[in-house]
């Protein structure tokens, strides 16, 4: 759909398959009705903000989003003020794939509300954070944020996070009271690094695999290797060719100098010594 900005609203079950706002510029779904976006895909903005809030009872769960190929900011939230009841499921079992996007944030700390699985499945329950984001939350100080807390129950999933924790991401310590379950983090270029967390406590321990403080540098390594190189080549030749220029000259006119001079003075006197 293309339109400026893009609303979709449920208070019955809709069995809606896919939401595809990548034309938009914002994306704001509210979902208020049980089951009223089960097994739903959603499509975030391309360039704009897309919101997500739940006013219902597994309103949202069993689902992913996925971010435009250059979307701003993706805000999931799964702790509407609503009786603890009304929040049964949200979240549990959701794909978020916003590793083009500048910011993630998801939240879940309500009472009954829930993240991840009772099995952990990469399939249907994997977090993938915004990867080389150049924003950085002024509070959070990362571009990806899990807001924990309040009686959610955190139980297993996955996240990936390029640069590890706590640069690429930040887990709130509300979390400490909610995580019942295993966080599996896969950090590093291809994700092949992973820390499993099953307390709050991991996130802050440096021996863990993806305890990340600064993000890999590699392309100013590279840089100031390549700049010598190139200088040194310039000094090399100039000298040599004026060295060449300036020698020659004056070895012919000192030769031819000297012997004039010796001849013209020895010979007189030796015809006056009779």
Known sequence: QNSANMRVNTNVEMGITKIDARNADNLYVTAG?????VETTIYTPNQGDAYLTTAGQKALKEMAVIA???ANAIYIECSSPLPDSNHADNCKDIIVDAESAQYLELKVNASG???GGDAYDETKNMITCPRDSSYRHPEFDASCALLFGNGAEIRKF????KDG???NLYVSPDASDSLIGEITVYCGADYLTESVISQYSDFTDSTQACFITEAPTPVPTSSP????????KTPTIAPTTLATKYTAP?????TKYTTTLLTKYTRPPTTSAP
Do not use: C, I, N, W
């Not at 009705?33 to 976006?37: R, T």
């Not at 996955?158 to 996070?161: M, Q, W």
């Not at 004056?250 to 000192?254: A, F, K, L, R």
């Open 33 to 37: 009705a049980q089951d009223g976006f």
């Open 68 to 70: 435009g190929s250059d």
């Open 113 to 115: 509300a829930k993240m």
């Open 158 to 161: 996955g996240v990936r996070a």
């Open 165 to 167: 924790f706590p640069k």
């Open 225 to 232: 290797t390549r700049a010598p190189t190139l200088k040194e």
């Open 250 to 254: 004056p070895t012919t006119s000192e």
